[in-house]
């Protein structure tokens, strides 16, 4: 049995959902799609058609914002004057593009305009008064404009405002209990304001305030709104679906030079363009540049109209994301190691001095994924002997609040429920960890509940072909609050498992019922294979997608998780004992013979089975796994053990210490040969000529020993103090009627069975025992 990794849960809707339904059909669109409409907060025929159906029409009013009539007046006035105008930007997808949006916009009448995107590791985060001064002193900015920042920049704006610099504020992280005193804060949740949609992206914010200046909506911008709007992960629905919907579209229409020149590297087609191509190839590309070095080029890979401009920057880009992914990739790897030595740990603190800052967030994620605990990733920097890092969350530890009860030791920090970053002085370290995990007891968090995922219904695998998938893909673009659906699905068997990947992390089968067969891919989980290979009735989660290659399309899901409900066997002998491992604490480890107790580490769980008793059997079954560490030679024993036996999981390491399957019987001529030779004379010293006995008859010795061994059980001869003398006139008897010659035969047997069949047969072999019950 295999648990899944998510509290699954069906979402179920009405029955009735005759107003949906009806507007579904005046629309042409596949009535099927009604439930999963209702699933996503459509539930009202009014709200159908500009789900699928927005157009520019449906933006909302950018006056509507709070400051936007004052803020508006004070730029135009900043242009009509020639004033240096400073964009302020921030160095992720959000930012860059956020940073061109304006820029353009004020390009657009006629704006003095320049821009600055502060170095993550120099700079920080948001205004940094050093740099404000030295942009009006040495650059001459005389109005700065914020985007994707400023909210909580209190004492860089208050600076500028003190140089009579006016400071706008574009921003939609979250608001502080004070705002700072710019001129004006324009912020879809603004305490003073009533936008009707409260989730716009940086981007978003800045198009709503390109909009209000230019007097119309700047339509070729917005392949920069579904940009950033999608890479900064904010809520995909109401304002922002219809700014990404129609983002995606203008995107397809490939009139960006930049965005050509990274498509090309990044070898994808803009013409057919997704919400999927943006969030795992473009979005990443662009932050790759923030997190490694100055993420200027990607303002100017944006803005660009020079072709050979923006193929090299285009190029350094790619290979700014290559160096990303291998240094995230030795980061993960050595964090991870780290977390197996902190199981105990409620919250994982994870630092290193050779760490880059600037992907310490992708990594906790990849921890938070693999150990489903909190996770902060710290930098040591040893010149200020500070640490500094990025801490994720899972669903059930509000990241910000917990780290909240430390604030008062923290030199910096910010966050939210799921992400927070900080920083702080090393030698607080340990104190921090222990009042954060007192608080995690304190507050009863229960870190091993898992995390809830909402599963639109139970599909049947003959329901599914590409026809399906089409209807479902106008439910897109996808994103959080709207994700593409998840669909339970069961399996009888799962097929041609193989794993993928330049490092095999991945892992490509087939689920199939029946006559039924459907592709599945489930990203870095190459090392679950073994816990495919031999279930059966696996149950499964995820999306479907459609694979396109030559020219053929067919359906394929993408796994988000599986559950084995049947107890599952595991091929755990040679190689393949390095690779399948039991995934509890909960383990016993059966031996057949009190001399192989020294093949296991953990002499605690260690249980010797000689013959199969009650109470023994209750204490083995209390564990959720067991390993079967030797080879059980006694044919009884196996089968009232295995009728006995009730755990979920068992791997069959069987390690022998002399391999009697492989050595065989020896042959009738080759007893014959022996027998000659003892004939031959009285005795035998085989203390001293068991060797030369071997080289001369040509058997090996170890079959040699048994050999005699049979002679010595049959009376042919006898074996005193190393002395071995025949038996004159000994009673003819067949080599079969030896206890020994038919115990190494069981041995054979035993072995051939449990050491070198195919675990599918064991499995069977098992499943007899269990009929006899």
Not at 203 to 220: N, Y
Not at 359 to 373: D, H, P, Y
Not at 718 to 740: C, F, H, R, W, Y
Not at 753 to 763: P, Q, T
Request: charged share 25%.
């Amino acid at each position: 049995m295999k648990e899944s990794q998510y509290n699954w849960k069906i979402n179920k809707a009405p029955t009735e959902l005759e107003q949906i339904t009806s507007e579904l059909e005046t629309l042409s669109i596949n009535s099927e799609l009604a439930p999963l409409l209702w699933r996503r907060g459509i539930r009202e025929s009014n709200q159908v058609k500009p789900f699928f159906q927005p157009s520019v029409e449906s933006f909302h009013d950018p006056f509507l914002l709070y400051d936007m009539e004052k803020v508006i007046v004070r730029i135009q006035e900043a242009v009509e004057k020639g004033e240096k105008i400073l964009i302020y930007g921030d160095y992720d997808a959000d930012g860059i593009t956020s940073t061109t949006v304006m820029k353009e916009a004020i390009e657009l009448i006629g704006g003095h305009v320049f821009y600055y995107l502060p170095n993550r590791f120099t700079d920080g985060y948001g205004p940094n008064k050093d740099v404000y001064k030295r942009l009006i002193e040495d650059e001459g900015a005389q109005l700065i404009v914020t985007v994707d920042n400023g909210v909580s920049g209190h004492e860089a704006i208050e600076y500028a405002m003190s140089q009579h610099v006016d400071v706008i504020v574009t921003d939609h992280h979250e608001l502080p209990e004070e705002l700072p005193n710019a001129f004006g804060i324009i912020h879809p949740r603004h305490p003073k304001g009533s936008y009707p949609f409260r989730d716009l992206a940086g981007v978003g914010v800045a198009f709503k305030v390109a909009t209000a200046l230019l007097g119309e909506v700047p339509v070729e911008s917005l392949d920069l709104v579904a940009i950033g709007t999608i890479a900064d992960l904010v809520s995909l629905t109401d304002e922002n679906r219809a700014l990404v919907k129609i983002g995606l579209e203008i995107m397809k229409q490939n009139e960006r030079m930049g965005l050509q020149a990274l498509a090309e590297v990044a070898k994808i087609d803009l013409t057919a363009v997704s919400e999927e191509t943006v969030g795992f190839t473009v979005g990443p590309r662009l932050n790759a540049i923030g997190r490694l070095a100055d993420a200027s080029p990607g303002v100017e890979l944006l803005s660009t109209f020079d072709d050979i401009e923006a193929g090299n920057i285009a190029t350094y880009i790619e290979q700014k994301n290559t160096e990303r992914q291998t240094i995230v990739k030795e980061i993960t790897t050595e964090a991870l190691e780290m977390a197996k030595e902190m199981e105990e740990e409620p919250v994982l603190f994870l630092m290193s001095e050779k760490w880059h800052q600037g992907v310490l967030g992708i990594v906790a994620s990849r921890v938070v994924q693999e150990t489903n605990k909190p996770t902060i990733v710290l930098y040591f920097d040893k010149e200020t002997g500070q640490l500094k890092g990025s801490g994720r969350s899972i669903q059930g530890v509000d990241l910000f609040q917990t780290l909240s009860v430390v604030k008062d030791e923290l030199i910096s920090f910010g966050g939210h429920h799921m992400a927070a970053g900080l920083t702080f002085e090393v030698d607080k370290l340990d104190m921090i960890k222990t009042r954060v995990a007192a608080f995690i007891q304190e507050a009863d968090i229960d870190l091993t509940a898992k995390e809830e995922l909402m599963v639109d219904e139970e599909l049947p695998l003959e329901a599914i072909n590409v026809s399906f998938i089409e209807t479902l893909q106008q439910l897109g673009p996808f994103g959080t609050d709207n994700p593409s659906p998840y669909f339970l699905i069961k399996s009888d068997k799962v097929k041609e498992l193989k794993q993928i990947g330049a490092d095999k992390s991945h892992l490509k089968c087939q689920m199939t019922t029946h006559d039924n067969t459907l592709d599945c891919i489930a990203f870095n989980r190459g090392n679950d294979m073994f816990e495919f290979e031999y279930a059966d009735q696996v149950e499964v989660v995820g999306q479907l997608s459609i694979n396109e290659w030559n020219g053929f399309r067919k359906p394929q899901l993408m796994l988000k998780d599986y559950r084995i409900s049947d107890w599952q066997i595991f091929d755990a002998r040679g190689k393949k004992g390095q690779e399948v491992k039991p995934l509890t604490q909960s383990v016993a480890y059966l031996v057949f013979d009190e001399q192989h107790v020294s093949f296991v580490n953990d002499k605690e769980r260690v249980y010797v089975i000689e013959a199969v008793n009650l109470d023994q059997m209750n204490q083995i079954n209390q564990h959720e796994e067991v390993v079967i560490v030797d080879c059980p030679y006694d044919l009884e024993v196996a089968r009232e053990l295995f009728k006995q036996l009730k755990v979920a999981r068992v791997y069959f390491e069987v390690k022998v210490s002399q391999e009697h399957y492989l050595t065989g019987l020896p042959t009738r001529e080759q007893f014959g040969r022996l027998f000659k030779l003892i004939a031959s004379q009285d005795s035998f010293d085989i203390r001293y000529k068991l060797m030369d006995i071997s080289n001369y008859l040509k058997i090996e010795k170890k079959l040699l020993i048994f050999m005699i061994r049979v002679f010595f059980d049959l009376g042919f001869v006898t074996i005193d103090d190393g002395l071995m003398t025949k038996v004159q006139n000994p009673t003819n008897k067949a080599l079969q009627e030896s206890q020994i010659y038919q115990s190494y035969q069981r041995k054979i047997e035993m072995e051939k069975l449990f050491l070198y069949s195919d675990i599918k047969e064991i499995k069977h072999w098992i499943l007899q025992q269990e009929e006899t019950k």
